[in-house]
Structure formats: structure tokens, C-alpha cells
């Protein structure tokens, strides 16, 4: 349908498997399909724009956490109900970690990747405003991207900031400075305005009606305390667990991690684990350096089945490097691999480690 691919972009084989598994109205369609991928990846909107009347479980990670049955039940709905129904499952979780060890009927699996960063570009110029030009909002998209790609492919994030930020960018051409094609003047004017929004609005360290407000006032965004150094940060789910795997590399002692993290190790009292010397708050004492092959092994510990070890793991190290919640050292011998630090501070990682029902008190050392 060609009015679809208009709404739909960059979906195309998504929303074709879907048709196909739906059919006529008539036909007996797929008894449950399961759709997972990474936040903001189109599963919701797809989904509801395709059918519009169907109810769908959205986050059905949550079922994993009820009564056994529920589960089961809920992927044979078509059969017990004897009715032409389809339940439509949306996850950011693979299904392996959803499937019950007493077996279940399967449901179709259909996956979602990430936008790449040359369909982010297509979705978001598709948005100009009416007043500009196509050409002239893409060379602004394009800017965008050139900043934030790097640390965030969330396109509800992208978009939030796509419009927050283009008044900006327009300014020179209100003013009459400049036109629509003086690109580099253009450039010249936003990309440091840019690297500011990364560390302030990304962050959530100010609202967005306060970020328009320095827009007019010409102020420094570092003028204004920051939320985020004290409680709450957006990043997406699978980068939470990597910087609490930091925290607790940076402040737990390394020899501490089999009592913490292998499983069925038994417990063992602090007094065993302490030294003349570690009298001393390792808080107090500050961040410790930590190999990258320590990160991970915590990592995969902590995880466990919440999300699917498939992610881009260094790609979203890096982020956090870039948005400076993690340090990356430097080193002297080239058989090194990267150590890094944490920069975080102890409320600013529980309020990260309550957005995903992690107890990180449990697993620091300082806390026995």
C-alpha cells in the first residue's frame, strides 16, 4: 500500500512479513508472533499503525514475572478461544529468555534492528517544517547526526532534539546573516551549540523549556546545577547495566568479585576479605582503575536473562566515555588493554540501578 510506506519508512520488510502473516480477513492468521528489538526501533508504531483495533502486550517482559500459566496461556489464546485472534508480543528481550523450560507453543519471531544511521536521516528529514525547504532541514538532520550518533540512536530522542534544537540553527537566516545554502556559516553556528546539548538537555540535566530559555538569554548551560549528577540519567537499558557493572568494578576490590558474582560461591564474612590497610572506605578512598575483560565478566554476571548479551557492547562503552560518566586511561605499554574509571557518584548509579530493579547496596563491597 503506497499510503503505508509513507507512514511506515525504512520498515518495509517488517511490515511486509507482517501483511503476510495476517492475510485476508478470513484466513486464520498466526496464533502469536513475538516482535523484539532495542527502544525506539518502530515495533510499537508499526505495529499500531498496521492494526489500528488490535489490542498487542507491549513490554511483555512483565509476563515473565506473573503466575507460570499466564504465559502459555496467553500464546495459545487462537486455540482456546477458538476465535481468529492473533496476540502480538513486544519486548526489547530475545524470546529465548522468555521461553518456559516446561515448553510452550512458539510464536513467529520477527525481529527489529536499530535504525542505521542513513534510515535516521530519511525518518527525520521526512519531519521539515513547512516553511523550509527539504534540502535545507536534511543539511540540518545531517549536522544532528554528525554530533549525536554516537552516543544515542534513539529516534524519539533524536526527534525531541531535532526540534528542540533547530530554531537555532535557523537563527542566522531570521537574522538575514546567511541563507539556506551557506551550509558552513550554518555549521559554524550550531555545532558548538550541539556539544552543549549533548552534556544538558541528552542528560535531562535541564528541562527543555529551560534549555529555550538560554537559547534567548545567550546563557551558559553550565550555569545550571545538573539533576543528573544526583539522581537520574536517560540512557538506554542495556547501557545501565554496563555503567553498573563500572561502579561496582571501580569501587569493589577485585579480588571481592567471585564472593559477588559466581554463583553458588557461598558467603563469606568481610573480616576474611580485609587487610591491615583496608581500614578505609574504598568510597572514601575514590574510583579504581579497572581492565575492560573485568567490566565484562561483571557484566554478563549481573545481567543474567534481563536483556540479550547481543547488544553493541564497546559501541555503548564509548558512549558513556562520551558523555563522560566513564573515563578512559590512558596507558603506557601497548599489550595493555583499555582501563577505565567511573566517574558516577553513589546516588547518581542507585537511581540508575532502580530503573531496572537492581539492588547495587547487595553487591558493593563497602556495604557488607
Known sequence: MPHLENMVLCRESQVSTLQSLFGERHHFSFPSIFIYGHTASGKTYVTQTLLKTLEV????????????????????????????????????????????????FEPFVLYFPDYSIGNLQKILSHDHPPQYSADFYAAYINILLGVFYTVCRDLNELRHLAVLNFPKYCEPVVKGEASERDTRKLWRNIEPHLKKAMQTVYLREISSSQWEKLQKDDTDPGQLKGLSAYTHVELPYYSKFILIAAYLASYNPSRTDKRFFLKHHGKIKKTNFLKKHEKTS??????????LDRLLAILYSIVDSRVAPTANIFSQITSLVTLQLLTLVGHDDQLDGPKYKCTVSLDFIRAIARTVNFDIIKYLYDFL
Open 282 to 291: 574504598n568510597h572514601l578512598l575514590g574510583p579504581k582503575l579497572f581492565p
Open 57 to 104: 502486550l507491549d513490554k511483555a517482559e512483565y509476563l515473565r514475572d506473573m503466575e507460570a500459566n499466564i504465559l502459555p496461556g496467553f500464546l495459545r489464546l487462537q486455540e482456546l478461544s477458538d476465535r481468529n485472534v492473533t496476540v502480538i508480543f513486544l519486548s526489547e528481550i530475545v524470546w529465548e529468555k522468555f521461553r518456559p523450560n516446561t515448553g510452550c
